[in-house]
């Protein structure tokens, strides 16, 4: 079924110029957007913004953690390894289980999502949801590996969140810091959250 559900995506690969490029963009770039979006709220943004990139940041890097050690548990080879796909980009060939790629995007958006920022978390959300079916499409995963990832980034984000306070310390210390920069723009406000 994983494999058929593979097909039924990556089959389309290589036919369709516009989208291919789409898949491609996303399959590459979702994090630098995300490390765009993050940096305005943080620059912009007051210091419950701020804390939720801290948060968003250690969600992120929890996640991944977990994904190394389910890649090597787990190890699945990639499609392009065992079957012939329509691969439009190339790949190392290490675990395909899960996407770092997905896990990141969606354990990011979950973040900001769930500390309150309903409008950049719903705009946040529609990148993962497009990165990890650009990651079937470009021929490097399987559709499990990418529901994979979502479950990671789920309760990764859902644990974080839940526990933000233990992360608080570490979240004022860091916008602490930063405050105390010169000439870097600032917007401080009591964090409540």
């Known amino acids: 079924m994983n494999y058929k559900l593979f097909q039924l995506i990556n089959h389309n690969a290589g036919h369709h110029p516009?989208?291919?490029?789409l898949m491609v963009f996303f399959t590459k770039e979702a994090m630098i957007v995300y490390a765009l979006i993050l940096l305005l709220m943080w620059f912009l943004g007051k210091d419950n913004y701020k804390q939720t990139v801290v948060l968003a940041a250690l969600t992120g890097a929890i996640g991944l953690f977990i994904n190394f050690i389910l890649g090597h548990i787990f190890y699945e080879s990639r499609p392009f390894i065992t079957h012939h796909v329509h691969?439009?980009?190339p790949h190392v060939k290490d675990s395909s289980f899960p996407s770092d790629h997905t896990t990141g995007a969606f354990a990011?958006?979950?973040a900001v999502l769930w500390r309150k920022h309903g409008k950049i978390g719903s705009i946040m959300l529609v990148i993962p949801i497009l990165t990890g079916f650009s990651r079937v499409y470009v021929g490097h995963h399987y559709p499990f590996d990418v529901l994979g990832s979502v479950l990671v980034a789920f309760i990764t984000s859902g644990v974080v969140y839940k526990f933000q306070a233990v992360f608080k310390p570490l979240s004022k210390l860091i916008i602490s810091i930063y405050n105390r920069v010169p000439l870097v723009p600032k917007r401080e406000q009591n964090l409540s959250r």
């Open 18 to 21: 516009v989208l291919d490029g």
């Open 87 to 89: 691969l439009l980009l």
């Open 108 to 110: 990011l958006a979950l």
